[in-house]
């Protein structure tokens, strides 16, 4: 079996960002799907990569999915990555464990070890998207209660993202943790991101006032890059500490784990260079005694399939992301989408990924460029 084609579908799929799916096909007529992480004003250099990236694919054997791997890595790279080709390679290396398990007639997480678990306990997001006053979070929060999920993660400091923060803002991300934990009650899990944002003295600060709510985490607390402060972070504040989803190698968690820098990972299927890499990824965090949480800011199609084979071949899975305000889209382009209920998706049981996308269906969503934002000026800044 030879690969005779890599083809990209960049969509919108009416909420936020556009979404880049990728399809390899082979000369015996079996083809799979992949999806890359994007970020928006970043999604066509995405594109171009998968573009660049298939150009190198076609001729090879789909099951040589290691050694393509380690392709992209040296070869084409040159030791040279970055996040928008990691998003590339994972978007085709999902597509090739689709092809090799419709190739065998088996889901890909038994091609990997086979599962430890039937069912992955997800978390929703997406649901507080432009819900910043405390009472208004607390009533969001409620209504995504009452649909089955147990466990929520949502970003309680205001605008603009910065190291350095107000008061204020430290007191209105304590109010809005107050008022959704009092909202949802003691037996729901509430997960914090603060999405890389405060200097470890904040943070400490902001972490100490929300250990009384019992978050059960506390998400990228410090830019990825300074994994000392989040260490520091971590042995000054009673909640686990999570981060990952801006790391994109097995170097980068290394010295995360080294550096006793996190309770829990978070690293994407789509961003970390697909399923083999966060299999491994989550058999290095092993190890060291640290959970596994994919991060999954991708549809819930075929990032959710991805990142659910995966994660079920893992001991140290804890739960998995899903974005609720994807949840139509996915209805639309995908006959059998895996769909939480009370909370848990079950394992799809079909060969390859389980899911399939109806090509028709992603051309009645096209890509659209995403609209020129009011970045902050200098006068824009706080004294």
């Known amino acids: 079996m030879k690969i005779t084609a890599v083809k990209c579908f960049p969509v919108h799929p009416g909420w936020r960002k556009n979404l880049v799916f990728v399809k390899v096909e082979t000369d015996e007529g079996v083809s799979g799907w992949g999806e890359s992480f994007t970020q928006s004003d970043r999604d066509r250099t995405i594109v171009a990569q998968i573009e660049e990236l298939g150009r190198y694919m076609v001729g090879r054997n789909p099951f040589h999915i290691k050694h393509t791997i380690r392709m992209v890595q040296v070869d084409f790279s040159g030791h040279r990555s970055s996040q928008e080709l990691q998003a590339a390679l994972s978007g085709i290396e999902q597509a090739l464990w689709d092809i090799v398990g419709k190739a065998t007639g088996q889901p890909v ?64 991300a304590v ?155 996915g209805c639309a382009v995908c006959p059998d989408p895996l769909k939480p209920a009370a909370g848990y998706i079950t394992l799809p049981t079909r060969p390859g990924l389980g899911v399939e996308i109806d090509e028709a269906a992603l051309a009645r969503y096209p890509y659209k460029p995403f609209p020129v934002r009011s970045l902050r000026q200098p006068e824009d800044e706080m004294p």
């Not at 000054?236 to 790391?247: D, F, M, S, Y």
């Not at 968690?253 to 299999?279: C, M, T």
């Not at 058999?283 to 060291?288: D, F, I, P, R, V």
Request: glycine share 8%; hydrophobic share 45%; aromatic share 10%.
């Open 109 to 172: 997480y038994n091609l990997l070890g086979g599962p430890c678990r039937e069912k992955l306990r997800v978390y929703a997001n997406g649901w507080s998207h432009g819900v910043g006053k405390p009472a208004d979070m607390a009533r969001a929060a409620e209504a995504i209660v009452t649909r089955g999920y147990t466990a929520l993660k949502f970003y309680p400091l205001p605008s603009p993202s910065r190291p350095y923060i107000p008061k204020e803002q430290e007191d209105h």
């Open 175 to 329: 109010a809005v943790v107050k008022a959704v934990r009092a909202a949802v009650g003691p037996d729901v899990d509430i997960m914090i991101d603060i999405h890389r944002q405060l200097a470890p003295m904040h943070a400490v600060s902001l972490g100490k006032r929300l250990e009384e709510y019992a978050p059960s985490w506390i998400e990228d607390v410090c830019p990825t890059e300074d994994l000392d402060g989040m260490a520091r972070v971590r042995s000054h504040v009673r909640i686990p500490v999570v981060a990952g989803e801006a790391i994109y190698t097995k170097a980068g968690f290394r010295a995360a784990f080294e550096k006793g820098a996190v309770d829990i990972i978070n690293p994407d299927v789509g961003s970390i260079g697909g399923i083999l890499e966060l299999k491994e990824i989550g058999a290095m965090a092993e190890s060291y005694f640290v959970a596994v949480s994919p991060h999954n800011y991708n549809s819930t199609v075929i990032g959710l399939a991805a990142s659910a084979h995966a994660s079920a071949l893992m001991p140290n899975f804890t739960i998995l992301e899903y974005f609720v305000s994807f949840e139509e889209f």
